[in-house]
């Protein structure tokens, strides 16, 4: 079992940033992928970005390329979603999530990771 607690949401004007956090527990977490999604009103949940359980590479979505950056601390059990020039339509809730498989590259289907924290949520006013 995998605990994923994320935080760092609120509201920003559109242009600036904010920064995401969530914290594991439960499993050793270097031994797993980590991926950040989003679910907006109305909408399909839809892959942000996500890392390698080493941290040596990444992978985003293209309308976050540039923009925002995923990291992670294993030495903390913590990932990052550093999230700049921000827009309103980045506006939604936002998920960590952990994916026990090993893979190729980390995967970008939701039903693929095992274990979701509870949400945060970002809006982005104009």
């Known amino acids: 079992q995998v605990q994923l607690v994320e935080s760092g949401g609120g509201l920003v004007q559109a242009g600036g940033s904010l920064r995401l956090s969530c914290v594991a527990s439960?499993?050793?977490?270097?031994?797993?992928?980590m991926g950040w999604f989003r679910q907006a009103p109305g909408k399909e949940r839809e892959f942000v970005a996500a890392?390698?359980?080493?941290?040596?590479?990444?992978f985003y979505t293209g309308s976050v390329k540039g923009r925002f950056t995923i990291s992670r601390d294993n030495a903390k059990s913590s990932v990052y979603l550093q999230m700049d020039s921000l827009k309103p339509e980045d506006t939604a809730v936002y998920y960590c999530?952990?994916?026990?498989?090993?893979?190729?590259?980390?995967?970008?289907?939701?039903?693929?990771?095992?274990?979701w924290g509870q949400g945060t949520q970002v809006t982005v006013s104009t």
């Open positions: 439960g499993r050793t977490f270097s031994s797993y992928d």
């Open positions: 999530a952990a994916d026990m498989v090993p893979r190729t590259i980390p995967a970008k289907v939701p039903s693929l990771y095992a274990y």
């Open positions: 890392i390698r359980r080493s941290a040596t590479s990444t």
